[in-house]
C-alpha cells in the first residue's frame, strides 16, 4: 500500500482526502490541527464562478472548467454515500453591469463559450427588471446571466467529503500539531520526507500534501525548507439575512452579484451578502474593519433595496489564503522533494477550485508525476 498524509482538513484537503480514498492501493491519513472546515473554507460563500469568469484558456481556465464538470457528479456522489442532500444551488448566476460597462468583452465572451459548449446570456435593463424584480435597476445598464455556474455551502460539502473519505477507508487525525518531518537526502539536490511527526504520533509517508492554507508558510519555515512561497492573508466579511419570504417572490433565485458585491440565497428566506476585500497593513496584521461591512451593505441595498428591511441574523469575518508574487493556486511539487505535493494558496477561489485541485493531485501521485 501508498501511504499518502494530507496536512489542512479545509475543503482542498478533504477533497484531495475523498478523490484518493476512490483510488485502490493508497491509504489516506489526514491531519489537521483544526476541525475540518472551521478556518477560510468556514468564511466562504461558495460562489462558483466559472463560465462566467473571463478566463478562457490555459490552466486558469482548464481549473475552473474541470471543476464544474466534477461538481455536477461530486454532489450526487456525495448525497448518495452519506444519504443527505448538499445545499447546491443550480439557479446560476446573474452578472450586473453598469454604466460604463464594456458589453462588447461580454459578447466576445459569450462567443467563446458557446464554441466551449456553454451558453451565457445577455440581458438588457427592462428584461433585467422583469424577471429579477428585487433588483433596482436605476443603475443597471444590463446583465449576464450564467447557468451553468453555481454555488455550494462550503461546510456542508466540506463534511460530506470528510465522511465519505472516511467510509471509503480514509483516516482523519484532528487537534494534531506537525511537529517535524524526517527527510532522506537523495542525489541530484533531491529529497525525500519519509516520516511526519505529530504531537499524537509518527506518520510514515509515501507522499506529502501539504493543503494548509494560510498554515502552508509557517509549515514549511518550521522546517526551513526554502520553498520560495509566502502565503499572506486577506480578510473577508461577510452578513446572513432573514427576511419574512425571498427577495423577489416566486421569481428566479440565481446568485446576484455586482459591484464586488454577492447575494447568496440559502433556500426559504435566508441570504447571504458578502464579501469585503481587506489587505494586511506593513506588519503583516490584517484586522476586520467595521466601516468596510457599511460600505459592502450600502453597496448591498443599492443593488437590493429589500435588504434594508432584512434582519441580521449572523455577522462573521475569515482570512483567504494568497500567494504573494505568484498566481494562484499553487498546485505541484514542494521544490527539492519527490514526494511532497502542494495545495494552496487559491485565495478567493478555493470553493471552486477544490475539485479540480484533487483531480491534479490524484493524477500526479497515481502517475509517480
Known sequence: MTRVVIVGCGIIGAAIAYELSLVSGLTVTVVDRHPPATQSTAAALGVLMGVISHKTKGRAWALRRDSMARYETLIPELEACN?????????????????????????????IRREQGFHLELMDQPTVRSHYPQIDCSRVTG??????????????????????????????????????????????????????????????????????????????????????????????????????????????????????????????SEYWVGATVEFPDPSGEVQPQLQQVDFLLERAIAICPALAQGEIIHQWHGLRPRPEGRPAPVIGPLAG?????????????????????????????????
Open 83 to 111: 444519504g443527505y442532500a448538499i445545499p447546491f444551488n443550480r439557479q446560476g448566476i446573474l452578472m450586473l453591469g453598469f454604466e460604463g460597462e464594456n458589453w462588447h468583452r461580454w459578447q466576445e465572451l459569450a462567443t
Open 143 to 268: 446583465a449576464i446571466y450564467s447557468p451553468s455556474d453555481r454555488q455550494v455551502n462550503p461546510t456542508t460539502i466540506t463534511k460530506a467529503l470528510v465522511e465519505a473519505a472516511q467510509k471509503n477507508g480514509a483516516t482523519f487525525n484532528f487537534g494534531v500539531n506537525v511537529e517535524g518531518w524526517e527527510i532522506t537526502q537523495l542525489g541530484h539536490g533531491q529529497k525525500l520526507c519519509q516520516r511526519l511527526n505529530t504531537d499524537s504520533g509518527s506518520l510514515p509517508a509515501d507522499w506529502v500534501v501539504v493543503a494548509a492554507g494560510l498554515g502552508t508558510t509557517p509549515l514549511l519555515q518550521s522546517q526551513s525548507l526554502p520553498s520560495g512561497l509566502t502565503i499572506k492573508p486577506v480578510l473577508g466579511q461577510a452578513l446572513k439575512f432573514r427576511f419574512r419570504e425571498p427577495l423577489g417572490g416566486n421569481h428566479p433565485q440565481p446568485v446576484i452579484t455586482g459591484d464586488d458585491v454577492h447575494i447568496v440565497p440559502l433556500g426559504g
Open 337 to 369: 522533494f519527490g514526494n511532497v505535493l502542494l495545495a494552496t494558496g487559491h485565495y478567493r477561489n478555493g470553493v471552486l477550485l477544490a475539485p479540480a485541485t484533487a483531480l491534479e493531485i490524484r493524477q500526479m501521485i497515481n502517475g509517480g508525476i
